[in-house]
């Protein structure tokens, strides 16, 4: 412990420069990030609006599953593609100039919510800008069993808002398109099965009229087992044929059900805001002045740790005793001129 | 450069210096008293300081522990120059640095005109006129009985010898010494270095550490018993 202390006193400096380094690091990555301003909406979800990808466990709330759904659409090109043109975020990434002078540098290095580096992207990188904003920003979490919360951070108000309108815009199309393939699938099977079965009804029909016509008089044909049993297998393709009806008719109106509103079980209870007023620094300062300040202190043992171990020399009379096994005649104090 | 330019140079520096006793810091001079103690005080007939690497202070603890021979115990001390790589041991002191060890071995002068007195009781043997041949020098001091002869008339000679690292006559020379001082710097010489110098060595030193300075504050110190 006190070779430790020994270390740190005699490199005073060269240790202390990391946490100090890492300190202003971390305070300049907020500092130097543009004023974000957040919007936030809520949605409210009534039924099962989308498997998510990822198998949902027995204790994942409906909340969560679609959070989890939303995140999964934000990892991908095509769906942040999409919010960025419905919501204008693309335009404004485009036409905003991008930032310069001697700080933009340091703001590109240290912007960790990626604006900086987005703002004036070319038409090439457009969407890979447009993917990098709305994943640094976009943050969704649930809020209570059915409701999720979404938020997203931008340096104007009203991009903000507008970028989240686009998102819960397109998510909710998503789900639609999702839902919509899927009840058209449900119909396709069944109008197939009503088809095939209406083909079977009008056989059976056909060979009871048939065979009746075969015989002479009513009277026999009520005792005539051969008509009763094609009678009793035109019944049964009928009413298979009219639960199939039944089963085309439920699955067309689910379908239209699809296209009303609130039919894709979201419901939008708080609406993107309009924020009035952009995000305060000093949680965010005093959250990453901590972590620089650990990461700092780490690095700090790690040299510490490093420079003790790297250190052979003897510093004192225990050491030439303990590490030479000479006999040591005497110790000249380090004087402040030194010994020629 | 040329013998007789080396001469003439030497001669210069020897002549604008006027000979002073050596003055050695008080922390120094009471280490070098409790060392002396340690190897023989009085009893000590030849003493060879040296170290591992060069710079840890050998030359100042050699003429320091030629002060406390002399003060301590009032004998007459001969201190001789033996670090031919550099040899500052007179120039420190403004001994005269010519003639020494290497005209003596060739011939070129007495003992008596190699012994240039330094303080009261305290005289010095330089390496000569040419550090060049220095090295051949202390070959032909190692085959000879020059070092018996020079030392006679003094009670205890201190030899300024080179440094272990690097010299292929220092632990020849360390061995015609009756006890060796090896000087360490302290936070300075590496353990490994350290172990390599004394290993090259017939017998095994003693150890002075030089420039020992703990970097902790006094209030630490005192709650680590440091």
Redesign the interface.
Known sequence: ??RY??TF??HRLLVLTPVLLAVVFGVALVLLRPSLYQSSAKIWLNGPAMESGVPASSSQTQAEQQAAVIREFLSTRAFTAEVGVRSGLADYLSQASPQSGPLSGLRSLVGASGWSAALGASHNRLDDAVYDVLNRNVKVTADGPQIVAISFDAPSARVAQSTLRGLIDQYTDEVLKVRRAQSQAVVDFFQQQVTEQAKTLAAADARVAQYAATLRSSKTAATDLTLVALQRADDLARQRYEGLLLELDQAKLDQSAQTQAGGTGIRLIDPPNLPAAHLGRTSALLRTGLASLAAGLLIMLFSLLALTAA???????DD?RR??G??????????R?A?? | MTPQAELQLLEGRSAARPPRAPAIAGPILEACSAAALQLGGPTLKSLGVTSTIRGEGKTIVATGMAVVQRKDFGRKVLLLELDVDHPDLALQHGADLWPGLSELVMGEATIEQVIHPLADGIAVVTIGAAPSAGPRALIELLRSSVLQDIGRDYDVLIGDLPALLGSNVGPLLAETFQRVLLVVRAGVTPLGRIQEATASLASEPAVLLNGVSSPLPRWIRQITGG
């Open positions: 412990m006190v202390l020994e006193y005699r250190d052979t020399s003897l510093h004192n009379p030439v590490a030479l000479l006999r040591l005649v005497g110790a000249i104090p380090r004087l001129q010994n020629p």
